[in-house]
T-cell receptor, first 112, second 113 residues
Framework: QKEVEQNSGPLSVPEGAIASLNCTYS??????FFWYRQYSGKSPELIMS????GDKEDGRFTAQLNKASQYVSLLIRDSQPSDSATYLC????????????FGRGTSLIVHP | KAGVTQTPRYLIKTRGQQVTLSCSPI?????VSWYQQTPGQGLQFLFE???????NKGNFPGRFSGRQFSNSRSEMNVSTLELGDSALYLC????????????FGQGTRLTVV
């Protein structure tokens, strides 16, 4: 059973701080990793994808992947109240399958 | 560029009935996947279609089925509805099968009473 684990939170950070969201996955064969943001009552929105070990930066977002530790993280710099949402981590590609496995999500609250 | 369009947005059905949901992918996208999202189970993969063929299937009973048309539009059908089928059903499209970046539609909120 492939699993992706996330702390459900909520993670509360003050405006302007760095929010750090973490995710672990069980399938060592997973090749592709994604972070989705989901506002309450809305559908998930892809914000980052990462395929190689190391860091990938896109604006205020940085995704980090460590395949040896089976660990993925998302850093949000200069957090804004508009970043308040649930962040879903997904892993895909183990065993030639393209079926993604999603974590349950971490709720982030950025307070002014 | 229009996004993924799902219809209807909301549905209320009675136990035992069947339901059909529709999804139009982003123009040029040929792969369509369906997901069920519930508070208890999170986001779970139902199936993926590419070129009118089901490529992958998640761990759901045979009451859940789908199809894809030649224009890449997709439908999913749930027969003999159960209360536990109440969920947000999401469709996601991607450019090609095996291209992992997927873009979600707004979803269909199904309530079974």
């Amino acid at each position: 059973q492939k699993e992706v684990e996330q702390n459900s939170g909520p993670l509360s950070v003050p405006e302007g701080a760095i929010a750090s969201l973490n995710c672990t996955y069980s399938d060592r064969g997973s090749q592709s990793f994604f972070w989705y943001r989901q506002y309450s009552g809305k559908s998930p929105e892809l914000i980052m994808s990462i395929y190689s070990n190391g860091d990938k930066e896109d604006g205020r977002f940085t995704a980090q992947l460590n395949k040896a530790s089976q660990y993925v993280s998302l850093l949000i710099r200069d957090s804004q109240p508009s970043d308040s949402a649930t962040y879903l981590c997904a892993a895909e590609g183990g065993g030639g399958s393209y079926i993604p496995t999603f974590g349950r999500g971490t709720s982030l609250i950025v307070h002014p | 560029k229009a996004g993924v369009t799902q219809t209807p947005r909301y549905l209320i059905k009675t136990r035992g009935q069947q339901v059909t949901l529709s999804c139009s992918p982003i123009s040029g996208h040929r792969s369509v996947s369906w997901y069920q999202q519930t508070p208890g189970q999170g986001l779970q993969f139902l199936f993926e279609y590419f070129s009118e063929t089901q490529r992958n299937k998640g761990n759901f009973p045979g009451r859940f089925s789908g199809r894809q048309f030649s224009n890449s539009r997709s439908e999913m059908n749930v027969s003999t509805l159960e209360l536990g089928d109440s969920a947000l059903y999401l469709c996601a499209s991607s450019l090609e099968a095996g291209v992992p970046e997927a873009f979600f539609g707004q979803g269909t909120r199904l309530t079974v009473v």
